[in-house]
């Protein structure tokens, strides 16, 4: 199972935008990378998840680039509600395997 | 449908007592996974199965912990004898192939 590091935590201003970078140096062929978000005593939320380049939903966009050896995790102007913590993993989606989760970036949003 | 269900929200126990939690997965879906997660750290892996069959077992899981998911619903993890090494959230999540949803988990406390 591919290692994750991302930053331990990172404070941000409510309206600006937040970029978590992880870095997957040992990523597989067949591993996408997932990002999952997890509130105070709630189980993790998934957010997005790429192959490669870029990917864009109603909540957050996902860099990838051509190495596949990082990711970043683009909240656009983010709310004091996008205070939570968020995990990178990287695995291989079309198999049963579990996920493995590191121990995330805690962001806080200040006001 | 309502998402992955878990009971009880929160148990307090006195040490070498056993406890039960429950998950309901989302309907349909064959892959059942329970993690638990300590504070500050991310969720790790247990069990897991795929309908109702325990297929996946982590080392983390002593021969005190026993899960059991009858007819491919829902499942079931029992803790013997619980120590205070035992507190934690207890995470069940569901998945149908691709993607997986947690439930807002079990806060064990053992006292």
């Known amino acids: 199972l591919a290692k994750t590091t991302q930053p331990i935590s990172m404070d941000s201003y409510e309206g600006q935008e937040v970029n978590i970078t992880c870095s997957h140096n040992n990523i597989a062929t067949n591993d996408y990378i997932t990002w999952y978000q997890q509130f105070p005593s709630q189980g993790p939320r998934f957010i997005i998840q790429?192959?490669?380049t870029k990917v864009t939903n109603e909540v957050a966009s996902l860099f990838i680039p051509a190495d596949r050896k990082s990711s970043t995790l683009s909240l656009p102007r983010v709310s004091l509600s996008d205070t939570a913590v968020y995990y990178c993993?990287?695995?291989?989606?079309?198999?049963?395997?579990?996920?493995?989760f590191g121990s995330g970036t805690q962001l806080t949003v200040l006001p | 449908d309502t998402g992955v269900s878990q009971n009880p929200r929160h148990k307090i126990t006195k040490r070498g007592q056993n406890v039960t939690f429950r998950c309901d997965p989302i309907?349909?879906?064959?892959?059942l996974y329970w993690y638990r997660q300590t504070l500050g750290q991310g969720p790790e892996f247990l069990t897991y199965?795929?309908?109702?069959?325990?297929?996946?077992k982590s080392r983390l899981l002593s021969d005190r912990f026993s899960a059991e998911r009858p007819k491919g619903s829902f499942s079931t993890l029992e803790i013997q004898r619980t120590e205070q090494g035992d507190s934690a959230m207890y995470l069940c999540?569901?998945?149908?192939?691709?993607?997986?949803?947690f439930g807002s988990g079990t806060r064990l406390t053992v006292v």
């Open positions: 999540a569901s998945s149908p192939t691709l993607g997986y949803t």
């Open positions: 790429g192959y490669k």
């Open positions: 993993l990287v695995g291989d989606v079309g198999s049963a395997r579990q996920l493995t």
């Open positions: 199965f795929q309908n109702e069959a325990q297929l996946e």
């Open positions: 309907s349909e879906h064959n892959r």
